[in-house]
C-alpha cells in the first residue's frame, strides 16, 4: 500500500500487472480502458484494506502501554523497511518507523505483538489445486496495530509443523 499509485498506474499501462491485482494487493484503483488513475478511489481503497486488515487480524499479545510514544526516542538501528530499534536513555524498544507504535524489547519477537491475519492461499491463488486437494498452507500477514502497515507476511503449513510467528529477526545489543 506505500508503493506510488503513479508506479503502479505504470504498471498496469505497460502489462507488468493487472488492473484487479492493482486494486486489490497494492490498493491503487486504475480505469481498465483509458488506465488512469483514480487518486480519490485509490485513497479510499487503501484506507479500506488498512481497515480490513486490523479488522480480521487478531492481536497475539495484549498491547503494550502507549505511554512512551511522545518520548524522545532516538533511532538506533533499522532492522526492517518499517522497523527500527529506538533508544530513549537505557530504555529500548522496536517500533514502527511510520507511526511510532511500540511493539516489544529488541529481546523479543515483534510478530507476537502484532495484529496477524490469517489469509488461506485459495484466497490468493483464486482457483483450486490442479489435483483438487486443499491447499495445506495459509499466509501469516503480520500487521501494525498502529497504522495498519503490513509487515511481513509468512507461509505457515500447520502439517509440517514449525515455529508458527517465525522469529526471524533475533536482535542482540551490546
Known amino acids: 500500500l506505500d508503493r506510488p499509485p503513479e508506479v503502479v498506474a505504470r ?12 486494486r486489490r494487493i497494492y490498493g491503487v484503483v486504475v480505469d481498465s480502458k483509458t488506465f ?13 484494506i488498512r481497515e480490513q486488515r486490523l479488522r480480521e487480524g487478531k492481536r497475539l499479545a495484549p498491547a503494550l502501554p502507549q505511554t512512551g510514544k511522545d518520548r524522545p526516542w532516538r533511532r538506533m538501528l533499522q532492522i526492517h523497511e518499517s522497523l527500527e530499534i529506538a533508544r530513549d536513555g537505557s530504555d ?23 495484529v496477524r491475519r490469517t489469509v488461506e492461499l485459495d484466497q490468493l491463488a483464486l482457483r483450486p489445486l490442479p489435483s483438487g486437494d486443499p ?7 503480520y500487521i501494525c496495530p498502529g497504522c495498519a502497515t503490513l509487515l511481513q507476511v509468512d507461509i505457515y503449513c500447520p502439517a509440517l509443523g514449525g515455529e508458527e510467528d517465525l522469529w526471524d529477526i533475533a536482535i542482540r545489543l551490546e
Open 135 to 141: 491447499y495445506m498452507g495459509h499466509y501469516h500477514e
Open 36 to 48: 488512469a488513475l483514480d487518486a480519490a478511489e485509490t485513497e479510499a481503497r487503501r484506507k479500506e
Open 92 to 114: 529500548s524498544v522496536i517500533r514502527c518507523i511510520r507511526c511510532g507504535y511500540l511493539f516489544c524489547s529488541p529481546k523479543e519477537n515483534y510478530k507476537k505483538f502484532t
Open 11 to 22: 504498471d498496469v499501462r505497460i502489462g507488468a500487472t493487472s488492473v484487479e491485482i492493482a
